[in-house]
Each structure stands twice: as C-alpha cells, then as structure tokens.
C-alpha cells in the first residue's frame, strides 16, 4: 500500500525548533519530488516547501525562507522539515505529499498524501 | 509569484445540482493546475491534474477545463459525498477554497 505517515508535531514555545518527519512506503519514494503543505485552524491549504529527487533543488514560500529547511534521506524512504524560530502562525497541521511535479507542459499534482501532524506554537 | 483566486469562496447546493467552481491566475500558466477535494479532518484528495485530467478512481461527474488564467471544476451532479471544500493549486500555491454546502 502506498502510504505516508508524518510524525514530529507537538507543542513548542515561539522561537523554539521542531523537526517533523514522514516516511514513505509502497512506492520508489527515490523517484518522486516530495513536498510539505500546511493548514492552520480554519483556513485553507498553504504550500510551504518541496524537494527535487535528489535533492538537487529545493523550494520555500517566502514565509519560512531562513527559517525551515527541508531534506530527505532516500535510503530511509524520509523526508523531514527542520522548523526553526518558530511563530505562531507556523501553527497548522503539517501534510508531506508525493508530488508528481511538471513535465511537457502539464503539472501532474500531488497524489498520495500523509493524515498529517499538529504543530503548535504557543507560551 | 502567481496568485490564484477561486470564486465563489462559499457556495449552497443541492444533490442533484450542477456546480461549476472557478479558479483564475494572475499570470498565464497553461495547464499547469491541480484541483483537490478536502473533507474535515482529512488530508486533501487529487482530483484533477493538468487542468483537465481526471485522477484514477476520482467519479466521471468531476471535470476540469481551462487554460492560460482561467480554470473551472464543475460537478454535473452534486452527490451527497461531493460536500466538502474544493481547492485549486499550482505549483507553490494553492487558491483560497470554495466550500460546497447543503442547500
């Protein structure tokens, strides 16, 4: 079964650090860009970083540039984001998500989808 | 960086109904748009890729059109399954949402 399980979320006091992960099984997790979306109480979807197989390229919303770092570990089937300097809006559910990126012209969408991890940022 | 907005943000309908959700960008981006379905407390759902392309195992009643700035899922026939909140996405962004309730 093609499947992705995030773990890492919990309480943290503004300013501190969190490193969420998510793993990856029933599929070449080596062969797929992988990206994090957020969702804070109430509102909607938020793109907030993917990374290219290899990870050759990364890519960050301007919101948490300098501040998450995104990373994988293909051998492990891993893919993980070091939150720092956290804030209150970092607050959210954290989903990681196979993405099938673009190609030809067409953007193929993110298909497989983790249940999610609840970060929140709070004294 | 391109935006996407999704009209309308809130919409009524009643099985049976037929929905028509749309998606504009603020730069031309040719079919570069995903739509997905998300019900609370669920992770979100491909429904569309490619603006057009339905995903594998996704109801024949979902379809998606459009091209360049201006993208439209439409629902030819609300099921009662299909309320939930809708959302577009380009890579890096995803548009605001437009939740389908009850009529």
Same mark, same amino acid.
């Given at each position: 079964e093609?499947? =992705?399980?995030?773990?890492?979320?919990? =309480?943290?006091?503004?300013?501190?650090?969190?490193?969420?992960?998510?793993?990856?099984?029933?599929f070449t997790?080596?062969?797929?860009?992988?990206?994090?979306?957020?969702?804070?109480?109430?509102r909607?979807?938020?793109?907030?970083?993917?990374?290219?197989? $290899?990870g050759?390229?990364?890519?960050y919303? $301007?919101?948490?540039?300098?501040?998450?770092?995104?990373?994988? $570990?293909?051998?492990?089937?891993?893919l993980? =984001?070091?939150m720092?300097? =956290?804030?209150?809006? $970092?607050?959210?559910?954290?989903?990681?998500?196979?993405?099938?990126?673009?190609r030809d012209?067409?953007?193929?969408?993110?298909d497989?989808?983790?249940?999610?991890?609840?970060?929140?940022?709070?004294? | 960086?391109?935006?996407?907005?999704q009209?309308?943000?809130? *919409?009524? /309908?009643?099985?049976?109904?037929?929905?028509?959700?749309t998606c504009?960008?603020? %730069?031309?981006?040719s079919?570069?748009l995903?739509?997905? %379905?998300? @019900?609370?407390? @669920?992770?979100?759902?491909?429904l569309?890729?490619?603006?057009?392309?339905?995903q594998?195992?996704?109801?024949?009643?979902?379809?998606?059109?459009?091209?360049?700035?201006?993208f439209? *899922?439409?629902?030819?026939? *609300?099921?009662?399954?299909?309320? /939930?909140?809708y959302?577009? %996405?380009?890579?890096?962004?995803?548009?605001?949402?437009t @939740?389908?309730e009850? @009529?």
């Open positions: 093609v499947q =992705l399980v995030e773990s890492g979320g919990g =309480l943290v006091q503004p300013g501190g650090s969190l490193r969420l992960s998510c793993a990856a099984s029933g997790f080596s062969s797929y860009w992988m990206s994090w979306v957020r969702q804070a109480p109430g909607g979807l938020e793109w907030v970083a993917n990374m290219k197989q $290899d050759s390229e990364k890519h919303v $301007d919101s948490v540039k300098g501040r998450f770092t995104i990373s994988r $570990d293909n051998a492990e089937k891993s993980y =984001l070091q720092n300097s =956290l804030r209150a809006e $970092d607050t959210a559910v954290y989903y990681c998500a196979r993405d099938l990126g673009t012209g067409y953007y193929y969408g993110m497989v989808w983790g249940q999610g991890t609840t970060v929140t940022v709070s004294s | 960086d391109i935006q996407l907005t009209s309308p943000s809130f *919409l009524s /309908a009643s099985v049976g109904d037929r929905v028509t959700i504009r960008a603020s %730069q031309g981006m079919s570069y995903a739509w997905y %379905q998300q @019900k609370p407390g @669920k992770a979100p759902k491909l569309i890729y490619a603006a057009s392309t339905l594998s195992g996704v109801p024949s009643r979902f379809s998606g059109s459009g091209s360049g700035t201006e439209t *899922l439409t629902i030819s026939s *609300l099921q009662p399954e299909d309320f /939930a909140t959302y577009c %996405q380009r890579p890096g962004t995803f548009g605001g949402g @939740k389908v009850i @009529k």
